[in-house]
Every structure is written in structure tokens, then in C-alpha cells.
């Protein structure tokens, strides 16, 4: 897999001094380096790729590389701190061929060197994560794809009486638009039912017996006998 380079921090003036050989035990003082003045001063950038990391001193203006340091650990022989400040350092640089030599370097402001101390610590703790990750155990892997000629069945069981319900739920729930266009009765009173005469309807009114036809007849039968004696008598008398 190829790597990119990435570029975790850029400090735009450094300052790089000509130092003297370790004269003991105790290490490096930036008060021995003459720090008045320094012998190049440039742009310093710290670079990764993937576990590998460098700082390289280049040009301000045109870019050039001036030195590199390659970085295995940190702190170690690489880049180290000095004994009586915290904006000063010693690195390892190295050339094309191989061959090492000892600057020390330095920044104007503390903030500068506090960036790189950051900058530094944090690749490294990603370095030993990912570190701790690959060597893990893993386990099993489990292979869930189908093999050659493998099928597989889905049966679904699908009710009708669900479907019935669900019908016989709509129809209920259906309100009757016939019943309401039908205005309501001039009373205020329900429409009667089919096969049911109102209350006050002639069919409801008691019917009085009535008088046969036959009695009434026999009565002006008997007034007209009556009248027709009469007349003859009074004929009579009239003739006498």
C-alpha cells in the first residue's frame, strides 16, 4: 500500500547552532552554543509517513533542505532536550549516505517548542496504538456467504380471514349517506316505519256502528202508506 506524506507541523523561523562535543554525562546547554549567533536560520517542518517521522530544516524562501533528522523515538537519541531551557534541542541529522552529525536547534518563542513537544508525543502514542491493534489476536471468521448450488426457502403464511376482517371493518365503519340526504318530517317526529300507520291517521279513528240502510226504508214505507190512505180517504170525502 502506498503511503502519503503528511505534514503534522510547520514552524516558519528556527534557528540552528554549531555545537560543542558532550563533555559529560549531565547533557546539552544551549548557554554553551553561543545563541547570539546562530549559524543558519530557516523553516523547520515535522513529516510523517505512516510510522516513519522527520524533521527537515529547509529554505525559507526556495524550499531547499538544509538537514534532516529522522525520528525513531521520542525522547531518545534522536532529538533531545537541553538542561537549561525548554526552546532548545539537540537532533541526530543525517545525510544520503548514512552519515550522522549533532546540531542543536531553537525557537524564539516557548510556544513554538511546546507545539513540537505535542506534535511529537502524539504520533507516537498513535504509533504504539496501532501497534497494540495488529497484534491482537483475532478470531475466526465466520464465511456466511452461500455456497455452490446452496439455496434457501422463506415460507409466509398469509390469512385471509385477516382480510375478510379487515372488509368486514371498513363497512362498519362506512357511515350511510342515503339516510342523511332525506329531510326531516314536518312534526319534528321520526319518519314512521313501513307497515305502520301514524297515530292520528283514519285508520287509527274508532268507527261508530251505523244505522242499516234496511230499517230506514222500512220506516218511509210505512209513512208513505200512511200518506197514500190518507190521500184516498180525503179523496173520498171530498167526492161524498
Not at 510547520?10 to 562535543?21: A, G, L, S, T, W
Not at 501497534?131 to 434457501?152: A, N, V, Y
Not at 371498513?170 to 307497515?195: I, Y
Request: charged fraction near 25%.
Amino acid at each position: 500500500m502506498d503511503l502519503y506524506e503528511s505534514v503534522l507541523l510547520v514552524k516558519p523561523e528556527v534557528f540552528v547552532y554549531n555545537i560543542p562535543p558532550r563533555s559529560s554525562n549531565r547533557g546539552y546547554r544551549a548557554a554553551d552554543w553561543n545563541l547570539s549567533e546562530p549559524s543558519w536560520t530557516g523553516r523547520m517542518r515535522l513529516i510523517s509517513k505512516g510510522s516513519e517521522l522527520a524533521i527537515k530544516l529547509e529554505d525559507k524562501n526556495s524550499g531547499e533542505l538544509f538537514a534532516k533528522c529522522p525520528i525513531d523515538a521520542y525522547p531518545g537519541l534522536a532529538i533531545e532536550a537541553v538542561s537549561d531551557s525548554s526552546r532548545y534541542f539537540v537532533l541526530r541529522i543525517q545525510d544520503d549516505n548514512g552519515r550522522s552529525a549533532f546540531i542543536g536547534v531553537g525557537f524564539g518563542d516557548r510556544s513554538d517548542s511546546f507545539d513540537l513537544n505535542v506534535a511529537l508525543q502524539d504520533h507516537f502514542k498513535w504509533v504504539k496504538k496501532e501497534k497494540q491493534i495488529s497484534e491482537e489476536p483475532k478470531g475466526p471468521t465466520l464465511d456466511l456467504g452461500f455456497k455452490e448450488g446452496e439455496t434457501i426457502k422463506i415460507k409466509m403464511n398469509i390469512s385471509k380471514k385477516d382480510g375478510a376482517e379487515n372488509s368486514k371493518a371498513k363497512l362498519k365503519t362506512t357511515p350511510n349517506v342515503g339516510l342523511g340526504l332525506l329531510p326531516p318530517p314536518p312534526s319534528g317526529k321520526a319518519p314512521a316505519q313501513p307497515g305502520v300507520s301514524p297515530g292520528n291517521s283514519p285508520a287509527h279513528i274508532r268507527q261508530e256502528p251505523q244505522t242499516s240502510n234496511d230499517s230506514w226504508g222500512d220506516f218511509k214505507s210505512a209513512q208513505l202508506g200512511e200518506t197514500s190512505q190518507a190521500s184516498s180517504t180525503n179523496t173520498n170525502w171530498v167526492q161524498f
